[in-house]
């Protein structure tokens, strides 16, 4: 049976063509995905993100818990309300998802996880905080709206109650706090987002997401589909589980070996296996593609390098840029240019560094 969120109706009644994204019934777009996306770059736009898990971390030992957890440092949260991006990995190195961690006190940390890998996570997160006494709480009582665009944080903050408009205004990013939007709804207010650009993911209770979803739209904001949301993670150079990484894939592999830190003293989950990776020599890696000439990078293709054989990952079109663009996996080392397999031709395209958008405008040469 597929799942649909609070605001499932709302989309519908929006016109939105209506897609299965993990087991879920959401919205793919309003109408028209470039058009979403601009908007989100140019002005503010916002996505309904209620199918990601919410989990709430009860206990005197959570700290010590997700120290044992998680490949990031848990130890860099000191102040509440912070927040911190880390992969969670199986013993063999392997992601089984990337999360991000909100620090609240000592005895209670929130984490948000993908909502394809809902089961598989609260199954490994259970099995582990048994062992540190630790209460496990799904929070399927909220809704997610995430707003996004350099206008989203002023259209946000002309929706909050006038006694949190100055501290919710100067959250640094990566930050959360309790808020109360016009006529008490309370919020939880974080400056993150999965698209390159600034804003707020805003939990708020189910029964108050429609009230809040059409307050945004009478402020001016954009509803937008899954469709402009992954050409926007793409452009602003952020993974996609299940595609740009997996329980197979390392984070050294998935180039996110910033998210790894091998403090003195820390046995977290995968650490032995990915510090015999990295003595051993990490042979391949993910890189950014632009596609020279005309075509559509697309998952699975396959890449010759000057190294060996590699594969493209997440692949599109990119609005911003009109370019072809793609994460690939590769040889550690590939430069230049590579040749990538287009329906049998052999089509040219040149590796940069992501992110290829940053601030709404090209950070890579095209």
């Not at 997610?144 to 408009?165: W, Y």
């Given at each position: 049976?597929?799942?649909?969120?609070?605001?499932n109706a709302?989309?519908?009644?929006?016109?939105a063509?209506?897609?299965?994204?993990?087991?879920?019934?959401?919205?793919?777009?309003?109408?028209?995905?470039?058009?979403?996306?601009?908007?989100?770059?140019?002005d503010?736009g916002?996505?309904?993100?209620?199918?990601?898990?919410?989990?709430d971390?009860?206990?005197?030992?959570?700290?010590?818990?997700?120290r044992?957890?998680?490949?990031?440092?848990?130890?860099?949260?000191?102040v509440?309300?912070?927040?911190?991006?880390t992969?969670?990995?199986n013993?063999?190195?392997?992601?089984i998802d990337?999360?991000i961690?909100?620090?609240?006190?000592?005895?209670y940390?929130?984490?948000?996880?993908?909502?394809?890998?809902?089961d598989?996570?609260?199954?490994w997160?259970?099995?582990?905080?048994?062992?540190?006494?630790?209460?496990?709480?799904?929070?399927?009582?909220?809704?997610?709206?995430?707003v996004?665009?350099?206008?989203?944080?002023?259209r946000?903050?002309?929706?909050?109650?006038d006694?949190?408009?100055?501290?919710?205004?100067e959250l640094?990013?990566?930050?959360?706090?309790?808020?109360?939007?016009?006529?008490?709804i309370?919020?939880?207010?974080?400056?993150?987002?999965?698209?390159?650009?600034d804003?707020?993911?805003?939990?708020?209770?189910?029964?108050?997401?429609?009230?809040?979803?059409?307050?945004?739209?009478?402020?001016?904001?954009?509803?937008?589909?899954?469709?402009?949301?992954?050409?926007?993670?793409?452009?602003?150079?952020m993974?996609?589980?299940?595609?740009?990484m997996?329980?197979?894939?390392?984070p050294?592999?998935?180039?996110?070996?910033?998210t790894v830190?091998?403090?003195?003293?820390?046995?977290?989950?995968g650490r032995?296996?990915?510090?015999?990776q990295?003595?051993?020599?990490?042979?391949?890696?993910?890189?950014?593609?632009v596609?020279?000439?005309?075509?559509?990078?697309?998952?699975?293709?396959?890449?010759?390098?000057?190294?060996?054989?590699?594969?493209?990952?997440?692949?599109?079109y990119?609005?911003?840029?009109?370019?072809?663009?793609a994460?690939?996996?590769?040889?550690?080392g590939?430069?230049?240019?590579?040749?990538?397999?287009?329906?049998?031709?052999?089509?040219?395209?040149?590796v940069?560094?992501?992110?290829?958008?940053?601030?709404?405008?090209a950070?890579?040469?095209?």
């Amino acid at each position: 049976m597929t799942n649909k969120t609070v605001l499932n109706a709302t989309h519908r009644a929006l016109g939105a063509h209506m897609v299965d994204f993990g087991g879920w019934d959401m919205p793919m777009h309003y109408g028209s995905q470039i058009r979403e996306h601009h908007a989100v770059r140019t002005d503010a736009g916002m996505f309904d993100v209620s199918h990601m898990t919410v989990v709430d971390l009860h206990g005197e030992r959570t700290r010590e818990f997700l120290r044992h957890l998680l490949a990031n440092s848990v130890d860099k949260l000191q102040v509440p309300g912070k927040a911190l991006y880390t992969c969670m990995l199986n013993e063999h190195g392997g992601i089984i998802d990337d999360l991000i961690v909100y620090f609240f006190a000592e005895a209670y940390f929130r984490v948000v996880v993908n909502a394809a890998t809902r089961d598989k996570d609260l199954a490994w997160i259970t099995r582990h905080a048994g062992d540190f006494g630790v209460e496990v709480k799904e929070r399927s009582d909220f809704a997610m709206i995430a707003v996004q665009g350099p206008n989203a944080r002023e259209r946000v903050l002309a929706l909050l109650h006038d006694t949190d408009v100055k501290r919710i205004a100067e959250l640094g990013k990566f930050s959360a706090a309790a808020a109360q939007g016009l006529h008490g709804i309370p919020l939880f207010v974080a400056r993150t987002g999965y698209t390159g650009e600034d804003g707020f993911e805003i939990l708020v209770a189910n029964e108050h997401a429609v009230e809040l979803w059409e307050a945004l739209i009478a402020a001016g904001v954009t509803p937008a589909g899954l469709g402009a949301r992954d050409t926007l993670r793409l452009e602003a150079g952020m993974n996609l589980y299940g595609q740009d990484m997996d329980e197979d894939i390392t984070p050294w592999e998935a180039n996110l070996g910033w998210t790894v830190a091998l403090d003195e003293g820390r046995d977290f989950i995968g650490r032995g296996a990915l510090e015999a990776q990295k003595q051993a020599g990490v042979q391949r890696t993910m890189v950014g593609l632009v596609l020279d000439g005309k075509g559509v990078l697309r998952h699975g293709q396959q890449v010759t390098t000057e190294y060996g054989p590699g594969e493209v990952l997440s692949g599109s079109y990119a609005p911003t840029l009109d370019k072809a663009i793609a994460f690939a996996r590769v040889p550690t080392g590939t430069t230049g240019t590579v040749q990538v397999d287009i329906r049998g031709r052999q089509v040219p395209a040149h590796v940069v560094k992501y992110p290829f958008v940053r601030g709404g405008k090209a950070c890579v040469g095209i």
